[in-house]
């Protein structure tokens, strides 16, 4: 039987993979998928935004049956959490979506194959080789016109530490038998800062300790400063440019030592400890080095429509340098790949276009340009803010934390970004990444009309206040 040549391999079934697999099958592509778990999925359904998400959800119940009573719900008495079944419900849903998974794979007729995927270098007469080892370590070979690595991440550790029982990554937190009493989380990035946000919810007393002089630091700047008044007021033990100096074990759990802002040695005690430091790309181990593919930082470097310098052969996802480590990032890359190698249009990616979700409570939304950074590219800015307390629907939905923030270009109007931290940020964002798709300005957004009463009529007060001209405020 004739070897099948693939038009395209892909290494890698997490958002990235998977999403460029099923777009080049759309493209009426031959398509292998090389994936060396038992699962299709990733971080991102398996250890990542899933499961997060699902125990964030389960923590906003249970926030809400704590003021049960100012709705008028009487008779809830003290809830009680069973955490076997939060767990449960959980595992629940990424097994519903690996099925689904398994479903779009054979719908669009792409071959799954099972094994750890390695380039073997160049394409010879234009075709790559892939060796793929199975689970018994027997090699089989993949061959294809056009290969896509998309191998993901892994969460980077402290050096010396290893984790474990107590010394925790975004994995071993997400099975615990219960919630911690208390927990020390190492970073304030969004993964840290969700994971402070659901188990303070359960009732853990939380310490967050972080390098960087505010929290979620690439967001904008005051959107760091509220989210940190607000955690405080939670009960989260909030301390920033604070540099760890040690992890130790102790018999009850961890001890952590830290140098705080002033300069002081503190030490925390806690029953487990969250490392989220970043995550470091899979690019080693790939075969990367028989090829001509630059590493910038251990991340691959790419041309527009995500090609390496080896021709032929594309990244995407977390091992791609320059571009923030998300899902829908990844899953774009590989859209914008499956293009490229189908001969189809496509639009390269745009950092600034790229929205920002953070899943706490209250949550972030934003995309574009932070107030800082318009002002370094030269722009005049107008800045537009309006507080969630002069919005309806979040009195009716009784959280009026937070604020949108509009960053507009004061000569023509652009708006260059917003920044949203209040309830539903994370869907209210979605108006926004349009808006900058379109290259809107405050005027035309000003007389969109938005439906009332609804969270989204903030935006529309919000584009007002560029111009001094809210409504409701
Ligand atoms: C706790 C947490 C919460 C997060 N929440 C969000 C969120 O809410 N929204 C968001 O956008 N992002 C979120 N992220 C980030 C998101 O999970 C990643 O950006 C995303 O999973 C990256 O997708 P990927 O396909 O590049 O890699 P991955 O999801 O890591 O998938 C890579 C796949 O490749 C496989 N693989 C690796 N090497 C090989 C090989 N050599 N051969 C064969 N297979 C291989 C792996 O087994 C894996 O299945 C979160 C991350 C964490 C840790």
Known sequence: ???????????????????????????????????????????????????????????????????AADFGIAGIGTPTLDWAAVLKRKNAIITKHVKG???????????????YGRLTGAAQEGVHTVDVAAADDAVSQVKAKNVILATGSD??????????????TNIEILSLAEPPKSLIVIGAGAVGMEFSSIFRSFGTEVTVVEFL???VPVEDEEISKELTRLYKKRGIDVNTGARVEKVEKTDTGVKVTYTDANGKTQVKEAEKVLVAVGRAGRTANVGLDKTRAELERGLIKVDE???????????VGDIVAGLPQLAHVGAMAGMVAAAKIAGRKFRPIRRDRIPGCT???????????????????????????????????????GNHDGFVKIVADSKYGEILGVHI?????TELIAEAVAVLELEGTVEE??????AHPTLAESLLDAYGAVEGMAINA
């Open 359 to 397: 899943y706490t409570e209250p949550q972030i939304g934003s995309v574009g340009l932070t107030e800082a950074q318009a002002k370094e590219k030269g722009y005049a800015v107008k800045v537009g803010k309006f507080p969630f307390a002069g919005n309806s629907k979040a009195t009716i939905l």
């Open 1 to 67: 039987m004739a070897e099948t040549i693939f038009d395209v391999a892909i290494i890698g079934g997490g958002p990235a993979g998977y999403t460029a697999a099923i777009r080049a099958a759309e493209y009426g592509l031959k398509v292998a998928l090389i994936e060396k778990t038992d699962k299709l999925g990733g971080t991102c359904l398996h250890v990542g935004c899933i499961p997060t998400k699902a125990l964030l959800f389960n923590a906003e119940i249970w926030d809400h049956l704590k003021h």
């Open 155 to 168: 969460a980077k550790m402290l050096p010396g530490l290893e984790a474990d029982g107590s010394v925790l």
């Open 421 to 425: 931290l209040g309830p539903q940020a």
């Open 305 to 315: 429509a995500q090609e390496t310098a080896e021709p032929g052969v594309f990244a």
């Open 101 to 115: 998974l398994e479903f779009l794979m054979k719908k669009h007729k792409i071959s799954v194959v099972p094994g």
């Open 445 to 450: 957004m000003m007389f969109a009309i938005h």
């Open 213 to 215: 002089p505010r929290v």
